[in-house]
């Protein structure tokens, strides 16, 4: 997008002579002759950059940029004059000029002066964006898997990911939308601007506005500074609305505006900012059932969902539950000195077996927790017992085609109940080979058939 300057200078030669100088970097100018009118423009319209005469036919100029910084603290201001002396220069920057450039100036000094405040203001930009990568980053996982759902969204990703096409993520908690959104982003041509995410479950409604379009100073009580929003932060990026369902029809319908028209207004200002943002939405929720309750936009829902992907739950993808325990292994054993963790085959079985509701997040909290427990190198069904976690195991000892049945284990047991839990882990490893089994746990297998029985089990 081309950065856009106002020119506020009384006399046409200098303003026209700046503009075009300025056109030939690429920049979008507007010129302006006295400070009314440059006011008027500021109020309508959003510009990355003001050159501003010391002297305009109506005010003082310095007055004039005390007015404009009582409004926006952030927009850029180069002073420009013939009166160029030392008092004037440190009166102008220390009422929030970003520099001084004394009439006659040459091209060359125009051109570096501009870009070099112009370069300030992208690094502050991105700085900003950088902190809050840095808070979001923690804890972040990459996409691990190789089973076919995952390959097939792979595909999908690789063809709409150079497109500017709105995208609808949707899929149960804990399925890595987040993940699949930035890795969109990573693959567009968009890859070396911002991927700013916003977590709309978090925002309460009279933030909202706040946060998406940004406020100036005295917006609302409490507004003692002008506030970039989530739109201007992600230009030339991407924007992730995460847990899109959560905001209100009100909200709605602004977010609706900004997002077909391109165009946002900061809380408190009329001014119209022109935003350049590719839009990636997720949501956990049946966004079709919620427009049909009235709970959610028709033409919103419509709007984001140009291309859809729903994420596969972890049960959906079981072949990739191996390759997420050892990558979490690995992640929760640098975190706590417990490196070269494994889990033994029963172990992996057991946790290939249950149902994950948490999906990818709660599997790798259960691996932490796993890693905090362990006493040896090799992580067995006892540990995944002593961690406290709930698991559901199919009977291995069940026929094939035989109804499953399942025992869940828990923390605390009874004495019944943990020699049966014990039993039935035993069985578990050895792949429910019963005369097996009796040898390890020294009863004959008459004894052992005995109490399969008593517990309701199927009959060999």
Known sequence: MKERILIADDDPDISDGCAQVLSRLGCQITEASTGAETLR????????????????PDMNGLDLLRTIRGRDETLPVIMITAYGTIQNAVEAMRM??????????????????????????????????????????????????????????????????????????????????????RHIHELSHRHEHPFVSVDCSTLVPSLF????????KGAFTGAETGKVGKFELASGGTLFLDEIA???????????????????????????????????????????????????????????????????????????????????????????????????????????????????????????????????KSVDVEDIEAAGLRRSVERPMARQGASAKREEFSGALTLQEAEKKHILSILERTGGNRTEAAKILKIDRKTLRAKLKKWGYDEE
């Open 96 to 181: 929030g000029a970003n520099d001084f450039l004394p009439k006659p100036f040459e091209p060359d000094e125009l051109r570096l002066v501009v870009r070099r405040t112009l370069n300030a203001k992208r690094l502050a930009l991105e700085n900003l964006y950088l902190r809050e990568e840095l808070k979001r980053k923690e804890g972040e996982v990459c996409i691990i898997g190789q089973s076919q759902p995952l390959l097939k969204i792979f595909n999908q990703i690789k063809r709409l990911a150079p497109t500017d096409s709105t995208v609808l993520i949707t899929g149960e908690s804990g399925t890595g939308k987040g993940l699949l959104a």
């Open 246 to 376: 959560n905001i209100n029809l009100e909200l709605q319908a602004k977010l609706l505006k900004a997002v077909e028209e391109k165009e946002i207004s900061r809380v408190g200002s009329q001014r119209i900012t022109k935003v350049d943002v590719r839009i990636i939405a997720a949501t956990n929720q049946d966004l079709k059932k919620a427009v049909q309750e009235g709970r959610f936009r028709e033409d919103l829902y419509f709007r984001l969902n140009v291309v859809a992907i729903k994420t596969p739950t972890l049960r959906e993808r079981r072949d990739d539950i191996p390759l997420l325990i050892d990558y979490f292994l690995k992640k929760a054993g640098e975190k706590y000195n417990r490196p070269g963790l494994g889990l033994t085959p029963a172990a992996t079985r057991l946790m290939q077996g249950y149902s994950w509701p948490g999906n990818v997040r709660e599997l790798e909290n259960a691996v932490e927790r796993l890693v905090i427990f362990a006493t040896r």
């Open 209 to 216: 506005e706040s946060e998406l379009f940004g406020h100036v």
């Open 41 to 56: 423009l500021l109020d309508k319209y959003e510009f990355d950059l003001l050159l501003l005469d010391l002297k305009m």
